[in-house]
């Protein structure tokens, strides 16, 4: 059974700061099946990386994904204030599983 | 404009049933596999149970494997969870979504709807 991890827990970091934010897999993940989704206080989870490393209709150029393996990053270039929220990584096999997610707040 | 409007949760006592759906609008809804994912309060997501266009591959968590049951009716256009023998840990708040692809497993979730809130005490 694949365990996600992501780190850090939490990420505090000002309005143009570059994130990077880490998804670890306790076993290989095809990056065909690896997602990222950014979710915000009182909304649903919103997706914007799919296949690891594509981004979702709609979802700005500074958001990127990167990986292969156990691995994988999401990166966002130059966070903007509508930025700050929680991101969840996903594999979505045959067991779809989410990690536990990475609060990103304003320092 | 693809919806995803749930409903059905509510406060039921430990043991109970309580059926939930999601009606589904803006895209061809059986050229798609549909998921239900809950999110306790303050924590993180789980997926439930995912179901594919036709029914025919079906999934669900550990958690509540025996005592959930996803369907869909494509001529609906809805999605159904069926929970039997609630418990306390799955107070949540469930979550409709859409798969990209045909077959659960084989695609992201690109669309959510806004969730519908269970809550399971006495």
């Known amino acids: 059974e694949i365990v996600l991890t992501q780190s850090p827990g939490t990420l505090s970091l000002s309005p143009g700061e570059r994130a990077t934010l880490s998804c670890r897999a306790s076993?290989?993940?095809?990056?065909?099946?690896l997602a990222w989704y950014q979710q915000k206080p009182g909304q649903a989870p919103r997706l914007l990386i799919y296949?690891?490393?594509s981004r979702a209709t709609g979802i700005p150029d500074r958001f990127s994904g990167s990986g292969s393996g156990t691995d994988f990053t999401l990166t966002i270039s130059r966070l903007e204030p509508e930025d700050f929220a929680v991101y969840y990584c996903?594999?979505?096999?045959?067991?779809?599983?989410f990690g536990p997610g990475t609060k990103v707040d304003i320092k | 404009e693809v919806q995803l409007v749930e409903s059905g949760g509510g406060l039921v006592q430990p043991g109970r049933s309580l059926r939930l759906s999601c009606a589904a609008s803006?895209?061809?809804?059986?050229?798609?596999?549909m998921h239900w994912v809950r999110q306790a309060p303050g924590k993180g997501l789980e997926w439930v149970s995912g179901?594919?266009?036709?029914?025919?591959?079906?999934g669900y968590a550990d958690s509540v494997k025996g005592r959930f049951t996803i369907s869909r009716d494509n001529a609906k256009n809805s999605l159904y969870l069926q929970m039997n023998s609630l418990r306390a840990e799955d107070t949540a708040l469930y979550y409709c979504?859409?798969?990209?692809?045909?077959?659960?497993?084989?695609?992201?979730?690109?669309?959510w709807g806004q969730g519908t809130l269970v809550t399971v005490s006495s």
């Open positions: 179901i594919s266009w036709n029914s025919g591959s079906i």
């Open positions: 979504a859409k798969d990209s692809a045909s077959y659960y497993g084989e695609g992201e979730f690109d669309y």
């Open positions: 076993q290989s993940v095809s990056s065909s099946y």
């Open positions: 296949g690891a490393s």
């Open positions: 996903q594999q979505y096999g045959s067991s779809p599983l």
């Open positions: 803006g895209f061809t809804f059986d050229d798609y596999a």
